[in-house]
Nanobody, 124 residues
Framework: QVQLVESGGGLVPAGGSLRLSCTAS????????VGWFRQAPGNEREFVSA????????DYADNVKGRFTISRDNAKNTVYLQMNSLKPEETAVYYC?????????????????WGQGTRVTVSS
């Protein structure tokens, strides 16, 4: 089973940027589609972005489209989420997850393994 570690979270002012990383153990990372989700206190976990196992196809939630960019480097077993123009309401714990499929999903329950999350705080 692949293990995931997120990093790159922190405190940033509104309008600022962060780049999150999700690094996986194991040699089969390229066989997984990867998704990013976030969960704010009191809220359900919500889909943010996802990328196919080849990196050739991506998906974004409407509220981040045009500001966030997902990418992957399979040689480094890492997926990135570049987040620009951050808003205070995007304060949350951000999680990456993998799905044993060539294609991604927007549904959290279709992912097999999750990282521990990285906290993003956007100050107003």
């Amino acid at each position: 089973q692949v293990q995931l570690v997120e990093s790159g979270g922190g405190l940033v002012p509104a309008g600022g940027s962060l780049r999150l990383s999700c690094t996986a153990s194991g040699r089969t990372f390229s066989t997984y589609a990867v998704g990013w989700f976030r969960q704010a206190p009191g809220n359900e976990r919500e889909f943010v972005s996802a990328i196919s196992r080849s990196g050739g196809t991506t998906d974004y939630a409407d509220n981040v489209k045009g500001r966030f960019t997902i990418s992957r480097d399979n040689a480094k077993n890492t997926v990135y989420l570049q987040m620009n123009s951050l808003k205070p309401e995007e304060t949350a714990v951000y999680y990456c997850a993998v799905r044993a499929s060539w294609y991604y999903s927007r549904l959290a329950n279709e992912y097999n393994s999750w990282g521990q999350g990285t906290r993003v705080t956007v100050s107003s």
